[in-house]
């Protein structure tokens, strides 16, 4: 190793501690038993390198190093408290001092997809409050600064560092670990939902300048892959991982060049991406012949569209059907509105204005743009352009993305 260009080593040193920095707070929390203490400590190895790889060079291997380092530091923590003989009890099947400060057990494959298993259900504990577990697994498990969270979610980042602090606040109180088999069912739907929460803001862009934001479905991606690994037996784990992997497939026709949204009927599918498409479709096979649920209906509804060669092509009676049976495994207006498109893509708008009127007065709709949206939409194709311009107004009027409001707005303006 030797003296390298500081610049490439930031950037390397900032790619290294992406990929590893889930793996590094795990290991060193089931050390400590401190979610909070583990990631200060991968912070402080995460500063080593940032001090020696330029004088000293990069590593051979990075990840084992940040690793080893931090798991050093660990073990002066447990030493420094009063308690530490009970700690390296509890530890001394962990750590092996060795001459040549090798990485021995803490670096076993398996243990280490354990240690990020319970860091996993201890950080999207259901107790936590959605955006605690949304903020703390970004943080913990995709490695983002906290500026990189805050500018994701369009808050300043004292606010989102405010919400990051009282988040590890609350995880303090749960127990670092799996829980038990009885208790594994919600704990799993927590996990899934949490990664799904990021996934749909990247894919759907809540407030902002930008239809979409692909840093952040990238990250639930390669969440929900991680997941596939570390519970390979759950069906819902494949079934979520193939709905991202199948909706992704699309984030590169959903803009144009402009950065203008393009819906779904506008898009050139020869910009789809036909490998994220393949990996969603074996998933999806994997989530089916496990026994699947709610999000492997999801998963299929965007497969219907995946499979099509075109628009027109896409069996929307089917999608309409698979609505119908995702409503009963998980009751939601939104998804009559959903199935209200499909029924109005199939070719029997009346049938989708009837359901969305009949769901237009729940208190969740209430502020919820693409109510108003598909009502416009359907209306359209009924020829009620009077109506179908009011609708698009009021969508205009309640979505917090400009993008998102521009299409609106000149879809109002068409009728």
């Given at each position: 190793?030797?003296?390298?260009?500081?610049?490439?080593?930031?950037?390397?040193?900032?790619?290294?501690?992406?990929?590893?920095?889930?793996?590094?707070?795990?290991?060193?929390?089931?050390?400590?038993?401190?979610?909070?203490?583990?990631?200060?400590?991968?912070?402080?190895?995460?500063?080593?390198?940032?001090?020696?790889?330029?004088?000293?060079?990069?590593?051979?291997?990075?990840?084992?190093?940040?690793?080893?380092?931090?798991?050093?530091?660990?073990?002066?923590?447990?030493?420094?408290?009063?308690?530490?003989?009970?700690?390296?009890?509890?530890?001394?099947?962990?750590?092996?001092?060795?001459?040549?400060?090798?990485?021995?057990?803490?670096?076993?494959?398996?243990?280490?997809?354990?240690?990020?298993?319970?860091?996993?259900?201890?950080?999207?504990?259901?107790?936590?409050?959605?955006?605690?577990?949304?903020?703390?697994?970004?943080?913990?498990?995709?490695?983002?600064?906290?500026?990189?969270?805050?500018?994701a979610f369009l808050v300043?980042?004292?606010?989102?560092?405010?919400?990051?602090?009282?988040?590890?606040?609350?995880?303090?109180?749960?127990?670092?670990?799996?829980?038990?088999?009885?208790?594994?069912?919600?704990?799993?739907a927590s996990v899934l939902a949490t990664v799904y929460l990021i996934f749909n803001e990247g894919y759907a862009a809540t407030g902002g300048s930008s239809w979409a934001r692909p840093e952040l479905a990238s990250e639930a991606l390669r969440l929900g892959r991680l997941l596939q690994g570390l519970l390979p037996r759950e069906a819902e784990v494949h079934g979520l991982a193939a709905l991202m992997e199948l909706q992704a497939s699309r984030l590169p026709a959903r803009q144009d060049a402009s950065g203008s949204p393009v819906l779904l009927p506008d898009q050139d599918r020869r910009r789809w991406d036909r490998l994220l498409i393949r990996r969603g479709l074996a998933a999806l096979s994997l989530a089916a012949s496990l026994g699947g649920g709610a999000y492997t209906v999801q998963a299929e509804i965007a497969a219907c569209h995946a499979r099509a060669r075109s628009h027109a092509d896409t069996d929307w009676e089917r999608v309409a059907a698979l609505y119908e049976v995702l409503f009963h495994l998980r009751p939601s207006p939104v998804l009559r509105v959903n199935q209200a498109v499909a029924y109005g893509m199939a070719g029997d708008p009346a049938r989708g204005l009837a359901l969305v009127d009949a769901v237009a007065g729940e208190k969740s709709l209430r502020d919820y743009p693409q109510l108003p949206a598909v009502r416009g939409d359907l209306l359209a194709r009924l020829g009620r352009a009077a109506d179908a311009r009011a609708a698009f107004a009021l969508a205009a009027s309640l979505t917090r993305n400009d993008a998102e409001r521009s299409l609106y707005a000149a879809r109002a303006e068409g009728h």
């Open positions: 190793m030797g003296a390298a260009d500081p610049a490439t080593v930031r950037r390397t040193v900032e790619a290294v501690w992406r990929i590893e920095a889930a793996r590094i707070v795990a290991v060193v929390a089931r050390l400590t038993g401190d979610v909070s203490l583990a990631e200060e400590i991968a912070q402080d190895a995460l500063v080593v390198a940032l001090e020696q790889w330029p004088r000293d060079g990069v590593p051979d291997d990075p990840g084992p190093w940040l690793l080893a380092t931090a798991r050093h530091r660990a073990i002066d923590q447990i030493r420094r408290r009063q308690n530490y003989a009970a700690k390296l009890r509890l530890v001394a099947t962990d750590v092996v001092e060795t001459d040549d400060g090798g990485y021995d057990a803490v670096l076993d494959e398996g243990r280490i997809g354990d240690d990020l298993l319970r860091l996993i259900f201890t950080v999207c504990h259901p107790s936590l409050p959605a955006e605690s577990r949304v903020a703390l697994t970004l943080r913990l498990l995709g490695g983002l600064t906290t500026a990189e969270i805050a500018r300043p980042e004292p606010t989102m560092a405010a919400r990051i602090t009282r988040a590890k606040k609350a995880v303090g109180g749960v127990e670092f670990g799996l829980p038990p088999a009885a208790s594994l069912g919600p704990r799993v």
